[in-house]
């Protein structure tokens, strides 16, 4: 007898040929948690485990002609990540319109691990501006948090600048640490939570290496969490210790960062 669909979570990023990140993390986490990933690309990267060299725009008439087939699919949760140009930024708002009341998970890829910028401040102000209030959770580095909200330029405090961008519509922000190592707390990842509700922290061991993909892990294994009916607080929680397991037992490529390893045990919760 065949068994049920697991609940869909559609997927909206740019495409990875190392696996680390992108669409195929984003299809590993999501199966490893118990969803069922269904694609649309917003791009072709050209990247290796160091860094990108290339990023080719999907054609957004594309990307609404996929959204209208996988409509069908009883979407339970949408996953967003690399929006490389503005046509395809508005083909993205286009398509979460499709899908009125859908949990909606942002990753916003703003830069390479290795460097290479794959965004613009325009395009940033964009995505607060038509994106933003459609999002249910957001899911920045502390970087990528102070990108989105530039007039708080001179502040330091995280939760100020969540509060202004949860004032653009956004219901709740997870503000990752790993790429802000404090000398005072060296051995230690601090997540933070903020939402209207409650504001929340955990603590991990901070890994020694570097990863190529942890932010696609985190926002996709959300995503999945929250198809399959988690609370958000739940959701996040089980999503970061999927995260820290899937680093911790990553994979070390001939050279550059290291690659999650998301798929040699599906992990239950």
Request: glycine share 6%; with cysteine.
């Amino acid at each position: 007898m065949r068994q049920p669909l697991p609940p869909v979570v559609l997927v909206l990023a740019g495409h990875d040929p190392t696996g680390g990140a992108g669409l195929i993390a984003d299809s590993e986490a999501i199966a490893a948690c118990g969803g069922w990933a269904v694609t649309i690309p917003t791009a072709l990267t050209v990247q290796n485990c160091h860094n990108v060299t290339r990023v080719i725009p999907s054609d957004p008439n594309v990307m609404r002609q996929m959204a209208e087939v996988l409509s069908e699919m009883q979407v339970a949760a949408i996953k967003i990540g690399l929006l490389a140009d503005e046509a395809t930024l508005r083909a993205a708002e286009q398509i979460l319109r499709r899908f009125p009341g859908i949990p909606v998970v942002a990753d916003p890829v703003f830069k390479a691990g290795g460097g290479a910028e794959l965004s613009t401040p325009q395009l940033r102000q964009l995505f607060v501006d038509r994106l933003l209030p459609l999002v249910d959770i957001l899911t920045p580095n502390r970087a990528e948090l102070g990108q989105l909200t530039p007039t708080f330029s001179s502040l330091v405090d995280d939760t100020a600048r969540a509060v202004a961008l949860m004032s653009q519509g956004c219901q709740a922000i997870l503000v990752t640490a790993t790429d802000d190592p404090l000398p005072s707390n060296d051995q230690q990842v601090v997540h933070t939570l903020h939402s209207p509700d409650t504001t929340r922290q955990w603590q991990w061991p901070r890994l020694p290496e570097q990863f190529h993909g942890s932010g696609c892990t985190l926002a996709s294994s959300i995503a999945a969490r929250l198809a399959v009916g988690e609370r958000l607080l739940t959701a996040c929680e089980q999503a970061q210790h999927f995260t820290w397991q899937s680093l911790s037992q990553g994979f070390q490529p001939p050279s550059g960062q290291c690659l999650p390893n998301r798929v040699t045990r599906a992990i239950r919760f």
